[in-house]
């Protein structure tokens, strides 16, 4: 596993120093990044309420 992490930290550090080259080639990726974790977020929310919503339906006695 050691060496896969290497192999990963290696294109990481290339990466970044693409980037630091190249200060406006980064703005895709950050926009890539926020509208990732905006999805991801409102995915947690929806699953939130959705489990609520089961737990107050399952609740109901008729």
Same mark, same amino acid.
């Given at each position: 596993?050691?060496?896969?992490?290497? &192999?990963? !930290? /290696?294109?990481?550090?290339?990466? !970044? +120093?693409?980037?630091?080259?190249?200060? +406006?080639?980064?703005?895709? *990726?950050? /926009? %890539?990044?926020? *509208?990732?974790?905006?999805? %991801?977020? &409102?995915?947690?929310?929806?699953?939130?309420?959705? &489990?609520? %919503? /089961?737990?107050? &339906?399952?609740?109901?006695?008729?």
């Amino acid at each position: 596993m050691h060496p896969y992490l290497e &192999a990963l !930290w /290696t294109a990481l550090k290339a990466r !970044w +120093e693409v980037l630091r080259r190249e200060p +406006e080639a980064g703005y895709s *990726t950050e /926009t %890539v990044l926020v *509208t990732a974790l905006l999805v %991801v977020a &409102a995915l947690a929310v929806i699953a939130i309420v959705i &489990a609520k %919503v /089961t737990a107050k &339906a399952n609740g109901i006695n008729l």
